[in-house]
């Protein structure tokens, strides 16, 4: 039988605190300076413990708002042809998307190497927030060629891309190559997602080609960690 550690005793209390439903899903956990005083300890510990939690998913922190017990995880299969909202509705959940920005410009770095452009092809880049029960939880980069995609625009950008691809452009995403990593969130998403900056986060980079065999997109998805789960069946999609 192994002993355990201080910060494993921690770490159990409030693990069985939220998994006995004694703390629910979004409330806010006591501050790291009232949790170390309660567990007779030092922050230093604490915050250990409350990393520990964040990784396990079991909740989540918001930048200079506190620590909160995390909703259930969505899951998400990659390989589904589902659009976002669908894929929340499914789960019995309420999805929102906000338009950050929508914007031409010339392909340069990563957006030019995933598209396999040269750089400074021009290409549409729309950013999007998109939200669970109100949380938000992923930020969303579309990179389109604009060749392919006229007055894109103008159109309604926080509805689904993968509807309006076929309703006016009659594009139908033939196959998908999906990269997956954690790694540290940039500035202008840790905002989005009220993360501190370098803060992990899961991203998925999903380059899409239409029925032709034609290149046509990339997303580029930074999910909070605890929000997700990336579940494949890939029986479901034969």
Known sequence: ???????????????????????????????????????????????????????????????????YVSPPRICYNPLSRTHFHQMIRDQQRIAATKVINARKESAQGEYAQALKLPDMTSVYVI?????????????????LKSALFADILDENLATSLTQLYRNKYGYETKRSHFDVISTSAPRHVAKALNLAEGQSVLKICRINYKQDGQLMDGEFEYWRPDAVLIQIDSEAMS
């Open 127 to 143: 950013e999007r927030l998109r939200y669970i029960d109100g949380r938000a939880v992923l930020f969303v980069e579309n990179v």
């Open 1 to 67: 039988m192994h002993l355990q550690t201080q910060l494993g005793k921690i770490k159990t209390s409030l693990s069985d605190q939220i998994h006995s439903g004694l703390m629910v899903k979004g409330q806010k956990l006591p501050s790291e300076r009232a949790l170390s005083g309660l567990y007779s300890t030092t922050r230093i510990t604490i915050k250990d413990a409350l990393v520990a939690l964040e990784t396990e998913g079991l909740i989540y922190r918001e930048e200079r708002r506190g620590w």
